[in-house]
């Protein structure tokens, strides 16, 4: 099994930052890809940002040039979230595309962490 673990959520003004962090634990032979959801009240959960074990890159048109996704580890993301507008308050959840054994591959989710933006 498999777990992730957010943290660095929290009460922010427009225009200020915060990082998240993503712990990955638990049976894990690689991790493909590592990512960042959001889901606002009454909304879709939506794709904010994901990295290939490559180190390649995508991330939502609504966050570009102001989000990073980025790892320091094989088992570890973080996302770094600057110019925060009152629109990116939401619940981010950590998501893993993992395999686990050489014939098994699943995907993981965070508890998430709460962001908000206060205008």
């Known amino acids: 099994q498999v777990q992730l673990v957010e943290s660095g959520g929290g009460l922010v003004q427009a225009g200020g930052s915060l990082r998240l962090s993503c712990a990955a634990s638990?049976?894990?032979?690689?991790?493909?890809?590592l990512g960042w959801y959001r889901q606002a009240p009454g909304k879709q959960r939506e794709l904010v940002a994901s990295?290939?074990?490559?180190?390649?890159t995508n991330y939502a048109d609504s966050v570009k040039g102001r989000f990073t996704i980025s790892r320091d580890s094989a088992r570890k993301t973080y996302l770094q979230m600057n110019s925060l507008k009152p629109e990116d308050t939401a619940v981010y959840h950590c998501?893993?595309?993992?395999?686990?054994?050489?014939?098994?591959?699943?995907?993981?989710w965070g508890q998430g962490t709460q962001v908000t933006v206060s205008s």
């Open positions: 990295i290939e074990s490559g180190g390649s």
């Open positions: 998501n893993a595309d993992v395999s686990d054994t050489p014939w098994h591959r699943d995907t993981y």
């Open positions: 638990g049976t894990i032979l690689r991790i493909h890809k």
